[in-house]
């Protein structure tokens, strides 16, 4: 059982929805992350959150919009969006200010999300 | 600025022989740490390796060893004697600690591992 789940595992959705992704870390962690990965591009940091508090956006477009209620749930509301947002959507934890373990990212599963 | 570059877009190779995946790293920082991951058709990343940048010691674990040179920036990953299981994607992370933690890692693009039987 992976330490970071999340859900949908798949969606689908028109340009005019609205919806949530959304992630849970069972590992104890204080950090978590939003990945994107498209097709042929690197793996791209979104949003950090560390205590519950967002600390980078990586000029992430606002129809993408973070939610951080405690340091186990993080969500990833989805607006408007366009075909090209189409992608895998990875969500991560890691315990930051850990010497021992050096600040190792855990990823789960991911969202595959196709914008139609 | 920190960047990974996988140069291996794609390798593909018959089952039982070894491979070696390249990965070669640039940072400014003195203090770092290095990951690989990899990634199966279903998606998720996982978790294979961590080095420090003090720590140049290379690492075996089972078919898996991982050779660490700061001299030339590279941290090569070799599988011996493939499996059609070990095919996936496998990425090399860079992660400075200079930033104070939390900053996310820096991923180099991939290298799809195919393993024929």
């Known amino acids: 059982e992976t330490g970071v789940t999340q859900t949908p595992r798949h969606l689908v959705m028109g340009m005019t929805n609205k919806k949530s992704l959304k992630c849970e870390q069972h590992?104890?962690?204080?950090?978590m992350y939003w990945y994107k990965q498209s097709a042929k591009k690197p793996l791209e940091l979104m949003f950090v959150?560390?205590?519950?508090?967002?600390?980078e956006n990586n000029s992430v477009p606002s129809r993408f919009s973070p939610e951080c209620p405690n340091s186990s749930h993080l969500f990833l509301h989805l607006h408007t969006l366009q075909p090209e947002d189409s992608a895998l959507y990875l969500c991560?934890?890691?315990?930051?200010?850990?010497?021992?373990?050096?600040?190792?990212?855990?990823f789960g599963e991911g969202s595959w999300l196709t914008v139609v | 600025a920190q960047k990974v570059t996988q140069a291996q877009t794609e390798i593909s190779v018959v089952e039982k022989e070894d491979v070696t995946l390249d990965c070669v790293y640039e940072t400014r920082d003195t203090t770092y740490y290095l990951f690989w991951y990899k990634q199966p058709p279903s998606g998720e990343l996982v978790f294979l390796i961590r080095r420090n940048s003090f720590d140049e010691q290379n690492e075996i674990s089972g078919r898996y060893s991982w050779n660490f040179q700061k001299s030339t920036s590279s941290f090569n990953f070799t599988i011996t004697a493939s499996q059609v299981v070990d095919s996936a994607v496998y990425f090399c992370?860079?992660?400075?600690?200079?930033?104070?933690?939390?900053?996310?890692?820096?991923f180099g693009k991939g290298t799809h591992l195919i393993i024929q039987p």
């Open positions: 959150y560390s205590l519950e508090e967002r600390v």
């Open positions: 590992l104890g962690h204080n950090a």
């Open positions: 992370a860079l992660s400075e600690v200079s930033g104070g933690g939390a900053d996310g890692l820096t």
């Open positions: 991560a934890s890691s315990q930051e200010g850990d010497r021992v373990g050096g600040n190792t990212i855990y």
